[in-house]
């Protein structure tokens, strides 16, 4: 293969928080150390709840009411100091995440993180977890913001890898990461054990569901059966 061609081994692409790990309480405890900060009331837990998996620029804009970008970069700045110390540790991997991803690099598949998560933090996390020696990539979002959209994060992932998106296969928690796929050309598989409802991934177009990780290596599977 030439040093420009594409590659058509199968690939999993994967989100992380409510896909891999539940990072439900350094995420939601973070953004409520920001708002304070700011001076803004901490908004109810299924608002909270909304806020794990999508850019929290976006989700900031939304909380504090604002269309300022400064406000939100003021936001995001007490939201990391907390995060950085202590609410990416407040996190923990899904039963049965491990042994799907063995299943899943088992059977020849190429494993890539695809998280609108920051690089850095993403990093830390699949390490601290042992996810880190099933990945053949991780992919985040960038500090500044221009990978915010997962659609052109997993765009730069595919052309980074040079990989063939038709057989890829995008599996996420959420609206965004089924978006994102159809956008690229990827199938995509929505998992029921995160924050997105049945209703919201099959709305989006998810093309499988897995109810749980042990669900998963067959519902990537029956998608890319010849």
């Avoid at 996810?131 to 992919?139: E, K, N, S, T, W």
């Amino acid at each position: 293969m030439g040093p420009a061609a594409t590659t058509r081994r199968r690939t999993v692409l994967l989100d992380l928080d409510g896909t891999l790990t539940d990072n439900h309480d350094g995420i939601t405890r973070s953004i409520v150390h920001a708002l304070a900060a700011l001076g803004a009331p901490a908004p109810d837990a299924a608002a909270l709840a909304v806020c794990i998996g999508p850019p929290l620029r976006a989700s900031f804009a939304r909380l504090l009411a604002t269309a300022d970008a400064a406000v939100v970069e003021r936001a995001l700045v007490h939201y990391r100091t907390r995060y950085a110390d202590v609410g990416w540790q407040e996190n923990f991997v899904y039963a049965g995440v491990h042994d799907a991803l063995e299943a899943l690099a088992a059977s020849g598949a190429r494993l890539f993180l695809c998280t609108s998560k920051p690089q850095p933090y993403a990093e830390r996390i699949v390490d601290r977890f042992g996810l880190a020696p099933r990945l053949d990539g991780i992919y985040g979002a960038d500090l500044a913001g221009t990978l915010d959209d997962k659609a052109k994060l997993m765009a730069h992932l595919i052309a980074r890898e040079r990989l063939d998106a038709a057989a890829c296969t995008m599996v996420g928690d959420r609206h965004h990461d089924i978006d994102a796929a159809r956008a690229n050309g990827v199938r995509a598989v929505g998992v029921l054990w995160g924050y997105g409802s049945r209703a919201e991934l099959a709305a989006a177009g998810a093309q499988a569901l897995a109810a749980t990780p042990d669900e998963l290596p067959g519902a990537i599977a029956g998608l890319t059966a010849p």
